[in-house]
């Protein structure tokens, strides 16, 4: 029957059982050796047929028996490496029954104990949590590995620490929580985690960088996109140049009241309005009204500094938007009466021709010819008949030899 005190684990069924009948011992310092001693039992009439030693670092042996319901085994066996082995004998019968034992060279079974972050910067009045990691050791041989936890240094001034879960069996995660007050002294803390199981002890240390708590008051901020504009030449009278800028209202820390929304420093003729008025910022989002501003020929170039102004109770907050105004070209103006008066004069002396001839073919017309002063044409045509006339000096006048009487040159008059 197995000893007590023997740290090892065992799959045995109540027909077959198999157990170490002593702890390893170390017969050779280095390279390391163990001697083991091994026992099996199975029901009468039945026999052990074998047992499977496995050592742990790759090396097997199979030990044949015959005819024995009982039956114990010493085995030596030498480590090339020094590490702990987990060694495990498994016992047959002759009906087909296994069973196993493992047992581990050192009997406290190891473990692994990480922290992180390994640094926590909070406020007074703040929680801080860190992770616990909690492995085991290749050499458990399958068996669970308790590990308690606890926090070894004692708490600053205010703070109050919580592990979550305080003790588990190997590999397990447990949550630190360390929870501050508003009276906790500002600065660097050291917090010592320990492990155990058994005899084996593991120390983890994180450090708390507690910093002045800051009261935290609702503000908000503006920002114009695009912060500059330029209105670019333009000819009078084209209509007013309208340009526009988005202003943002960026919540801080929860704000959520209106804001209202003005602006100035606008020069004389610049107009300036808000597409919202009064915005309200969701808290700790953003919300935005466009800024229009319309510029006529009549402002003066130049760079202007449009001031916008938000204000929220006593929260009082601005931005700028610069504007530059470009110089307006005049455009050419025109006098339309002198057009009219030049398309009357056109007009009559293309109708006049036609009104002429139409007159003409409805009766003579005597159309006076005025004789220059000094110089007598020698041939003047009838103006009846076309045919050439005779000037007689003696009436100072043309005449017709056709009958149609005399006429003076440039004159209607005849006889």
């Not at 083991?36 to 074998?50: C, E, M, P």
């Not at 047992?103 to 949590?129: E, H, K, R």
């Not at 103006?333 to 002429?356: A, N, Q, R």
């Not at 009766?363 to 002063?373: E, I, S």
């Amino acid at each position: 029957m197995p000893r007590s005190g023997i740290d090892f684990s065992s799959t045995a069924t109540q027909t077959l059982q198999v157990w170490f009948d002593a702890a390893p011992q170390l017969t050779i310092a280095y390279p390391h050796a163990y001697l083991f001693n091994v026992a099996a039992k199975t029901d009468s009439g039945l026999s052990i047929t074998r047992l499977h030693w496995d050592f742990g670092d790759g090396s097997t042996l199979d030990v044949p028996f015959s005819g024995q319901s009982q039956v114990s085994d010493m085995r030596a066996h030498q480590y090339a490496n020094q590490a702990n082995y987990c060694i495990t004998v498994t016992a047959f019968d002759n009906a087909g029954n296994t069973a196993s034992v493992s047992v581990s060279l050192v009997p406290n079974f190891d473990f692994t104990l990480t922290a992180s972050p390994s640094t926590q910067n909070i406020a007074q009045g703040d929680t801080a949590t860190y992770n616990m990691a909690v492995g085991s050791s290749p050499s458990a041989c399958g068996k669970p590995v308790a590990v308690n936890l606890t926090v070894s240094t004692p708490p600053p001034q205010g703070v109050t620490w919580v592990l979550n879960p305080p003790s588990g069996n190997a590999p397990f995660t447990s949550t630190l929580q360390v929870q501050t007050a508003t009276a906790t002294p500002t600065g660097t803390y050291t917090i010592h985690i320990v492990g155990t199981n058994a005899n084996v002890i593991h120390t983890v240390t994180v450090n708390l960088v507690v910093s002045a708590h800051v009261v935290s008051t609702p503000d908000f901020t503006l920002s114009p996109a695009p912060n500059s504009l330029l209105v670019p030449t333009q000819s009078n009278p084209q209509p007013d140049r309208a340009n526009s800028t988005i202003i943002t209202i960026q919540s801080i820390n929860g704000f959520n009241n209106p804001v209202s929304l003005s602006s100035s420093g606008n020069p004389s003729g610049m107009t300036l309005s808000f597409t919202v008025p009064t915005p309200t910022p969701p808290p700790n989002e953003i919300v935005t009204s466009t800024l229009t501003i319309v510029t006529p020929c009549t402002v003066s170039p130049g760079s202007y500094a449009i001031h916008v102004q938000g204000v929220s109770g006593s929260l009082v907050r601005q931005t700028a938007v610069t504007i530059t105004v470009s110089a307006c070209t005049v455009a050419p103006s025109f006098d339309i009466l002198p057009l009219i008066l030049l398309g009357g004069i056109v007009g009559l002396l293309i109708v006049i021709p036609f009104l002429f001839i139409f007159l003409r073919r409805g009766r003579p017309v005597v159309t006076p010819v005025l004789m220059p002063a000094i110089v007598v044409p020698t041939v003047v045509p009838c103006p009846v008949c076309g045919n050439p006339m005779v000037f007689v000096d003696h009436f100072q006048k043309w005449h017709c030899d056709n009958g149609h009487g005399y006429f003076r040159l440039y004159s209607t008059a005849g006889t």
